[in-house]
């Protein structure tokens, strides 16, 4: 009978001595901690690898050694949860979990752990295997993408009530620009855009241009509103418009005639308006168009009365003054034959009067021009220097200051000029000094006259704009307040008594304007 070989034994040895070495290999290496629990109790490890002390810091004799080992060292937030929820083990047959535990350096890491239920051939629960990895780095980014996630929706949250905004300011906007065509396409005001060449071409109108018998598709575009002015009137029109801009104004008002579409010509006031870029380059105008035909219309109506009632007030004046001629000359003769000093006296007093009405005459033609022309931008240094034409002012020295102002104003402007220096001369007693300037003020302009004469009485400063009050006419402030009045203009005595006179005359907004820059 043939020895049995050891060769073959020997060889199965060493493959199995192998086969442990590669296994122990493999755990000690693996990123994953392979284990072995009992079933329920304590649910105590009976085998830990011992890779568990190069990822968690402990032995693994220490987790089989102490049952309660695991429990203690699973974060007490977490502890009540993984012990009650491992035993659904027993009904599934498996188990998966995450939960924070204790590191031997006093750090807690995130464990993904997982169980499987191992049943002998009866199919009796045996044992569980599983395995934990650390996934703290997972984790980690987990929460960072959470708070990056809560920040992504915190920021769309805030950006779509933005936008809920912006969309209820846009709905509130397109509502607002309805509402205005509405009241545009009411309104007797025609909207117009403009561009900067030559013919002016139509780049916008409101939908009121009915009113001249087109609609906005036939005029944007197609006709140029070179083609709306009074062929008479555009080179004016073109001339007013290359002046203002040449002065820099923003805006500045127009009168011309237009043509409707059957041919009809009507009277417009137009307020223009420069538009410019984000550069200030002038791109085009805008304008503001009004029908003011039925005023014109007025305006003629009252010229020609006007005219008839300065006629008459020309020849009555002429008369009266011819017969005051005769009277005064009649006086004469008679103080010159008369003897008795009572007649005299008489005779003087009835002169006196007839002086007295001579002046009235006078004033009133002067008065009768007022308002007569329409206002207009009048020079207030050129409407100085000429209202101080031929007054005696060679002991007074004059100063003004305007500053290229211009004034909307009766084109009689010179004459309150003319009234105030006149007033002073004759009531100021020792004027010497005359200065006038302008500043502005919380309601527009202030023209201020002052001189250096004996000023107005307190109780004064209302009755001197009053018709009569005063030695003279008593015409001539009175005069000054009405041609101011006329658009809107006010004067005011303001001086300290005994130190001089001062006027001010108030200018509203957009009354004045400097060579370069429009009161606005």
């Known amino acids: 009978m043939s020895r049995p070989s050891c060769k073959t034994s020997n060889s199965s040895i060493g493959e199995q001595a192998n086969i442990k070495n590669r296994l122990d290999y493999l755990l000690a290496n693996n990123p994953a901690i392979i284990y072995t629990s009992r079933i329920g109790g304590d649910w105590a490890a009976n085998f830990v690898s011992k890779n568990i002390q190069g990822l968690l810091g402990y032995r693994s004799e ?81 929460e960072e993408l959470r708070r990056y996630d809560l920040k992504l929706q915190k920021l769309v949250k805030d950006r779509t009530i933005e936008l809920e905004k912006a969309n209820q300011d846009l709905r509130k906007a397109f509502e607002r620009l309805r509402e205005l065509e509405t009241i545009i396409d009411r309104s007797p005001a025609i909207a117009f855009l403009w561009g900067l060449t030559d013919d002016m071409p139509i780049e916008f109108v409101s939908n009121n241009i009915t009113q001249f018998g087109y609609s906005p598709d036939e005029v944007v575009g197609k006709i140029p509103y070179a083609k709306f002015v009074h062929p008479d009137d555009l080179a004016q029109v073109r001339s007013e418009i290359a002046e203002c801009t040449r002065k820099d104004l923003d805006e500045y008002p127009l009168e011309y005639r237009m043509l409707t579409k059957t041919g009809e010509t009507r009277w417009v006031y137009d307020r223009t308006f420069r538009r410019r870029d984000s550069r200030g380059t002038d791109i ?38 011819n017969q005051l001629a005769v009277l005064t000359g009649r006086l004469e003769i008679a103080e010159t034959t008369a003897r008795d000093d009572n007649v005299l006296t008489q005779l003087q007093k009835i002169k006196t009067a007839a002086g ?33 034409m031929g007054l005696s002012l060679a002991q007074v020295s004059l100063s003004h200051k305007f500053d290229d102002l211009e004034v909307f104003v009766d084109p009689m402007f010179e004459k309150v000029f003319h009234n ?81 006179a001062r006027f001010e005359i108030h200018v509203p907004f957009g009354q004045y304007r400097s060579d370069s820059k429009r009161s606005a």
Not at 300 to 321: C, F, I, P, W
Request: aromatic share 6%; hydrophobic share 35%.
């Open 284 to 321: 085009g105008h805008q304008g503001i168009v009004v029908d003011i035909t039925e005023r014109k219309r007025a305006e003629e109506a009252l010229q020609r009365v006007n005219e008839k009632l300065q006629l008459m007030g020309s020849v009555t004046r002429h008369d009266a003054l």
């Open 420 to 500: 105030l220096v006149d007033d002073s001369l004759r009531h100021g007693k020792k004027v010497t000094k005359i200065n006038l300037c302008c500043e502005k003020s919380r309601d527009g302009l202030v023209i201020i006259y002052e001189d250096d004469g004996v000023g107005i009485p307190e109780e004064e400063k209302v009755k001197i704009f009053e018709p009569g009050h005063g030695k003279h006419t008593g015409y001539g402030l009175f005069m000054a307040r009405a041609i101011l009045g006329i658009t809107g203009l006010t004067i005011e005595e303001t001086g300290i008594p005994g130190n001089g």
């Open 62 to 142: 220490e987790f089989i050694e102490n049952p309660d080992f695991l429990a203690s060292h699973i974060h007490p937030d977490d502890r009540e949860r993984v012990l009650r929820n491992v035993e659904k083990i027993l009904e599934i047959g498996f188990h998966v979990h995450e939960y924070r535990f204790l590191r031997k350096d006093g750090i807690y890491v995130w464990i993904h752990d997982e169980l499987r239920l191992i049943r002998d051939e009866n199919g009796k629960p045996v044992e569980c295997v599983g395995f934990m990895i650390d996934v703290s780095a997972r984790k980690k980014a987990e």
């Open 356 to 388: 007295t009405i001579r002046r009235q005459l006078e004033f009133t033609a002067d008065y009768q021009q007022t308002g007569v022309n329409k206002p207009e931008w009048i020079s207030a240094e050129r409407a100085f220097l000429s209202g101080i």
